[in-house]
């Protein structure tokens, strides 16, 4: 075999007893196509090195009379320890998770909403892995990375956010200043992508190679995946679905452009309508108005209902473009706590299988998964999980 | 080796020596990452099934002083004969391709426009394929697959056309209709698709793994390649470029739907338009209007110039979706004739630009390849192509 033929075999097989482990060294054959052979060569490479280890097979037989008892493969634990963190609009959201993805220790602290810069986000972002750490009883210095979750337009590729309502300047090189400041290396990719990752591994899409998730909070967010990967498009920034343009010369949005989804569905755009409104139509709306919106929506307000049943409307015209344009088998409405979550009702869904081209056949499935911060912190440890993988991974040829 | 293994490196060695070809043993080492040794051992499997052949090194050194000549692999041009067939709205196009890609006849035979049934459509072909036999000097017995690209709405996979403007029935079983007239498999996809196709082969995409083919004629396709492959979503029918909504409530479209990007740019919308004008706005309206807004604009008529701005405004909006969504690094604009070249004006794209996400990267290249039925032709031959070898490579393993 070639050092490539090694090096492949050896991420396949990872990949692998990630997915499905514990599993068997033959399994693993079956799966991956490799000989038997092969898998015990790499096998014991990687298990070498520490990233995998052996257990004995759990409810299955007793040790044979004769040979070896029966042994499968896992990912080992305590091989690396990895963080993850969600920067959210008004929180930080932090997980510590083993090698083997369990949940060490978790924290949650709030934040004012400003965008800081990206050295006074990292300053943040270090004195709350200290805290994290110590819940733990780790030090930061065990951390082999963290994989961070932002919203905005991130060139995953490069760690670079072009833009976010998180951070004040534009083009910065984010994944490269918290490496330095924080000492151990940075993977910063949409928040959207992440939860994709997380569903894919924790949630509702294990085992489905094509689906989407669509986010909704403050703004809207699309996490794809394409072939069993996230799809990030060639310049590592695709899938801006919140920006994806519904009416010609439309409503502005916060991004400066014109006629976005999310000028229409996002809260400001609940707030912006309802600024529209004679004073008084809805009870409240000058103080918060997207809140009062939606109470007086609940409260049977007619203004207020109008004003929800057009972003729905908006909402599953874009829906149904995704569908069109991606033909996905899933469909997973994600966010926290979902205050818009007129935006899932049942008449939403209805529009929207009206708005996409017939073929006779059952439409994608559709889920909705209200989940807290803490998933899209996991989301982001997934990342650092198969990064720090990658980094190892990379580094057993030196030395195979 | 498994037989998965030397299966999945047939087929890695075979494309590689059709994208690259004539090539050495060697470069197909280090492209592939397989050893040498097991390159000897596939070609050798691929030279003895007369896939493959070998030839002298052109332009290289004399044949050595001691040992064998340099030698490289192309594919045998002789090996299978395929055909490509574009059921365009007016023309049936056909080519015929050795295995190599090379074209050895070709022909356009005339359509009324009309759609008609998959078996009517079938007795068209089957006589058409005669004539293009015979202008090669073979015999339709001889050939081993027919690629067939379609307007509309397909599953590639299942070769079932769910609607399309030439087939007056819904979810046609077309392949399998096609396959019974005329003795050999049919591979029906979707017209764009095959466009993509072509232009990765032979067009302005060779090299290119994540580009978009828009394609342009009465109505509107789009053609999407994602990690070197045709994406053709979960369930073969991704990526209804023509369908997707601009518009709330919009205008109606020919597939019964309101809104649709379609009905603002094609052919039909324009005539709409025209008809909405009062009687003599637009000289030569009454009798073909599409191509009376489409002269009267270029004669400098004001109200043909608005039509003809609208309809490029809504194409602006809808490319600058693509790229939001896919992030593609190339867009290529095709069609035969484009008729609708207004859509592909200076201020067009520039409107497009105006409206993706903004990033400070530079922006997608954008090229317009204006082409005949025929290369749409050659797009099919090619996915015939594409289809007989896997039927060939999968034969190999049964003997081998």
């Known amino acids: 075999m070639t050092v490539l033929q090694r090096e492949t075999g050896r991420r396949v097989l990872f990949r692998e007893i990630r997915a499905n482990g514990p599993v068997a060294r033959i399994d693993l054959a079956a799966r991956s196509g490799l000989s038997r052979a092969t898998v015990t060569g790499l096998t014991a490479d990687?298990?070498?090195?520490?990233?995998?280890?052996?257990?004995?097979?759990?409810?299955?037989?007793?040790?044979?009379?004769?040979?070896?008892?029966r042994v499968d493969l896992k990912i080992r634990g305590a091989a690396r320890l990895v963080a993850g963190l969600r920067i959210g609009t008004d929180s930080l959201s932090l997980v510590l998770l083993d090698f083997g993805g369990a949940r060490l220790a978790e924290l949650e602290q709030p934040m004012t909403g400003e965008a800081l810069t990206a050295e006074a986000l990292a300053k943040r972002i270090a004195a709350a892995l200290e805290t994290l750490a110590q819940r733990a009883g780790r030090a930061v210095?065990?951390?082999?990375?963290l994989g961070v979750a932002v919203a905005g337009v991130v060139d995953a590729v490069r760690g670079l956010v072009h833009w976010?309502?998180?951070?004040?300047?534009?083009?910065?090189?984010?994944?490269?200043?918290?490496?330095?400041?924080?000492?151990?290396?940075?993977?910063?990719?949409n928040d959207a992508n992440l939860v994709a990752l997380a569903e894919s591994l924790f949630g509702l899409a294990r085992g489905r190679s094509d689906f989407l998730v669509v986010t909704i909070e403050s703004g809207v967010g699309l996490g794809l995946f394409i072939g069993g990967r996230p799809y990030r498009g060639t310049r590592g920034c695709g899938a801006?679905?919140?920006?994806?343009?519904?009416?010609?010369?439309?409503?502005?949005?916060?991004?400066?452009?014109?006629?976005?989804?999310?000028?229409?569905?996002?809260?400001?755009?609940?707030?912006?309508?309802?600024?529209?409104?004679?004073?008084?139509?809805?009870?409240?709306?000058?103080?918060?108005?997207?809140?009062?919106?939606?109470?007086?929506?609940?409260?049977?307000?007619?203004?207020?209902?109008?004003?929800?049943d057009r972003a729905g409307q908006v909402f599953a015209m874009g829906l149904a473009n995704l569908v069109n344009l991606f033909d996905p088998s899933l469909i997973i409405l994600a966010g926290e706590r979902m205050p818009l979550d007129h935006l899932y009702d049942d008449p939403v869904l209805e529009r929207m299988q009206a708005l996409t081209t017939r073929t006779d056949?059952?439409?994608?499935?559709?889920?909705?998964?209200?989940?807290g911060d803490l998933m899209w912190a996991r989301g982001a440890g997934a990342f650092a999980l198969d990064e720090v993988a990658n980094i190892a991974l990379a580094a057993l040829d030196g030395t195979a």
């Open 46 to 69: 990687l298990l070498r090195a520490g990233l995998i280890e052996e257990v004995a097979r759990d409810g299955g037989d007793a040790a044979p009379a004769r040979g070896r008892p």
């Open 141 to 145: 210095g065990e951390i082999s990375g």
């Open 164 to 189: 976010s309502p998180s951070l004040t300047g534009r083009n910065v090189e984010f994944a490269q200043i918290l490496a330095d400041h924080l000492g151990m290396p940075a993977f910063v990719d």
């Open 240 to 308: 801006e679905f919140g920006h994806v343009k519904v009416e010609l010369d439309g409503a502005p949005c916060r991004c400066g452009q014109r006629g976005c989804l999310e000028a229409y569905v996002a809260d400001y755009a609940l707030a912006r309508e309802a600024a529209a409104l004679p004073a008084g139509a809805i009870p409240g709306a000058m103080d918060d108005p997207a809140t009062a919106v939606l109470a007086a929506a609940r409260d049977g307000n007619r203004a207020a209902r109008r004003i929800l």
């Open 361 to 371: 056949r059952p439409p994608p499935e559709i889920r909705v998964h209200k989940w």
